[in-house]
């Protein structure tokens, strides 16, 4: 992902945002904000990956009914009060806050189905890894960090199907999201297979 500009780390944290922090939790500006977030959300990537090496956390598991809501949880805990919790509120993307828990809950349901039944239906580990992340963050049931958590969803979830394998995000941020929005238009997912590599961990990992 491309770096914060100098300017826009020193950008001030906006005042809605600071009402939505735990009590006791302040960042000076946005650079300190956003780099809280991606270590908290680094720490629960490694314990999740964790687990699936230990066989504690299965496919299975990954796709149950309450896990994504779990994982945004874990990740802003520390920091939003809105953690874990779906947003109220409409946004210019995602469903409408009143079918979040039925959209969410019935892809989870859909992706469930699809791991059980993967090599009938001839879906590779990535492309149901990959379509439970365009599936989620279409539904964009959080007031923030959707994309962070559906993207870790479907590295963990890759993890638990192949044992060595996660997404490599690594791609030019404008040109990830207008290939998600081709997806949401088409269905299909092969453009951003190709665009988003796929990396092996080590055993250390």
Known sequence: MAELSAEYGATPVDPDDEVAFLPGIG???????YEAEAQA???LRYQLYDAV??????????????????????????????????????LNVGAPPEYIRERLYGALENLTWQVENAD????SPELLAMSAHHQLVKIHPFVDGNGRITRLFADVLLLALTGDRVFDWS???????AAVRR????????EL???????????EV
Request: hydrophobic letters at 45%.
């Open 27 to 33: 960042f000076e500006n946005r650079a300190a904000l």
């Open 41 to 43: 959300l680094s720490d």
């Open 53 to 90: 090496a230990s066989g504690e956390l299965t496919a299975a598991d990954i796709t149950g009914r309450f896990n994504l809501e779990k994982m945004h949880q874990l990740a802003n805990q520390q920091i939003w009060q809105w953690a874990g919790r779906f947003r109220d509120r409409e």
């Open 120 to 123: 009938a239906i001839g879906f």
């Open 171 to 177: 791609v030019e941020p404008s040109d990830y999201v």
């Open 183 to 190: 997806a949401d238009a088409s269905g299909d997912m092969a």
């Open 193 to 203: 297979l190709e665009m988003v590599g796929v990396e092996y961990l080590t055993d």
